[in-house]
């Protein structure tokens, strides 16, 4: 009864999404040095296959004859959605600023609102953009550590133009989710990540031929592994997909807001990065 009624709240499973997918932004820079991000990419992603097709068998045989018709879909949505994606996010974290991809990050659900106007000629109610305004006041207060005049000195750099495309990428991932086939979330998340997988082992062999690669040869660098291939890739990723079939695309990006906040959060506690009366206001 009590997984029954997580599955059916909404809020508390994009709420936990949110978390997990902070804690992923933190994993992910203190990997820098220990793995290289395509590398990281395509562990996570090829331990999660590995995990789910373990799990999801039984349901993957169910639905194989609808998944085999969309499979061009579902391919191209798990090498885009979380191979590219998190490609990009863990490479940006290696040349730009927390507080320049905390912004970015933070205009992922303009993003959404946008593709599902253009694709869908979804228009968003009233009441999300001003709850979107006001998650983006609590997000900026964050980044400019209180002073709003500090934001005129940010400047646009390869980090910050790599974050932007992550985004884009991933709301209309989070868009075209609401188009997935009439199969059990397993089956379409295990399906999406084997994809994920197939595509990231081919980026990680190009890495391998460059300076960047750096094989994990630490604890930090295999905990962050695991983190990521249970957490983020798992746990996270089915979470969203249910928040997004019961409220849908747009609702459900709003809580891509909370990201940055509950990634500052986890700064504090495990980088021990100092607390403020500004992050008190803005998580408020």
Same mark, same amino acid.
């Given at each position: 009864?009590?997984i029954?009624?997580?599955?059916?709240?909404a809020?508390?499973?994009?709420?936990?999404?949110?978390?997990?997918?902070?804690?992923?932004?933190?994993?992910?820079?203190?990997?820098?040095?220990?793995?290289s991000?395509?590398?990281?990419?395509?562990?996570?992603?090829?331990?999660?296959?590995?995990?789910? *097709?373990?799990?999801?068998?039984?349901?993957?045989?169910t639905?194989?004859?609808?998944?085999?018709?969309?499979?061009?879909?579902?391919?191209?949505?798990?090498?885009?959605g979380?191979?590219?994606f998190?490609?990009?996010?863990?490479?940006?974290l290696?040349?730009?600023?927390?507080?320049?991809?905390?912004?970015?990050?933070?205009?992922?659900?303009?993003?959404?609102?946008?593709?599902?106007?253009?694709?869908?000629?979804?228009?968003?109610?009233?009441?999300?953009?001003?709850?979107?305004?006001?998650?983006?006041?609590g997000?900026l207060?964050?980044?400019?550590?209180?002073?709003?005049?500090?934001?005129?000195?940010?400047?646009?750099?390869?980090g910050?133009?790599? *974050?932007?495309?992550a985004?884009?990428?991933?709301?209309?991932?989070?868009?075209?989710?609401?188009?997935?086939?009439?199969?059990?979330?397993?089956?379409?998340?295990?399906?999406?990540?084997?994809?994920?997988?197939?595509?990231s082992?081919f980026?990680?062999?190009?890495?391998?031929?460059?300076?960047?690669?750096?094989?994990?040869?630490?604890?930090?660098?295999w905990?962050?592994?695991?983190y990521t291939?249970?957490?983020?890739?798992?746990?996270?990723?089915?979470?969203?997909?249910?928040g997004?079939?019961?409220?849908?695309?747009?609702?459900?990006?709003?809580?891509?807001?909370?990201?940055?906040?509950?990634?500052?959060l986890?700064?504090?506690?495990?980088?021990?990065?100092?607390?403020?009366?500004?992050?008190?206001?803005?998580?408020?």
């Amino acid at each position: 009864m009590a997984i029954s009624r997580l599955t059916n709240n909404a809020a508390v499973l994009l709420t936990l999404t949110a978390l997990i997918w902070g804690g992923n932004a933190v994993a992910g820079k203190f990997a820098v040095g220990h793995i290289s991000p395509l590398l990281l990419t395509c562990a996570r992603w090829t331990i999660a296959s590995a995990l789910l *097709m373990i799990i999801a068998h039984r349901h993957l045989r169910t639905d194989w004859p609808v998944i085999r018709s969309r499979l061009p879909y579902l391919f191209i949505m798990g090498a885009v959605g979380f191979a590219t994606f998190n490609g990009l996010l863990y490479t940006s974290l290696k040349y730009t600023t927390a507080i320049n991809v905390t912004i970015l990050q933070a205009g992922m659900p303009m993003f959404i609102f946008f593709l599902n106007f253009v694709a869908f000629r979804t228009k968003p109610h009233w009441g999300q953009i001003v709850g979107y305004t006001l998650t983006l006041v609590g997000v900026l207060l964050t980044a400019a550590a209180g002073d709003f005049s500090t934001l005129a000195d940010l400047a646009i750099n390869r980090g910050d133009l790599i *974050m932007l495309v992550a985004a884009l990428i991933y709301a209309g991932y989070s868009v075209a989710v609401a188009s997935k086939p009439k199969i059990h979330w397993l089956s379409f998340l295990t399906t999406l990540i084997a994809s994920a997988a197939i595509v990231s082992i081919f980026m990680a062999l190009y890495e391998a031929t460059t300076p960047q690669f750096i094989w994990p040869t630490t604890t930090t660098g295999w905990t962050i592994v695991a983190y990521t291939a249970i957490f983020p890739s798992i746990i996270a990723q089915g979470f969203y997909i249910r928040g997004i079939e019961l409220i849908g695309g747009n609702k459900a990006g709003l809580f891509v807001n909370l990201v940055p906040i509950f990634g500052a959060l986890l700064a504090v506690l495990l980088l021990g990065e100092a607390f403020h009366l500004y992050h008190m206001i803005a998580l408020a």
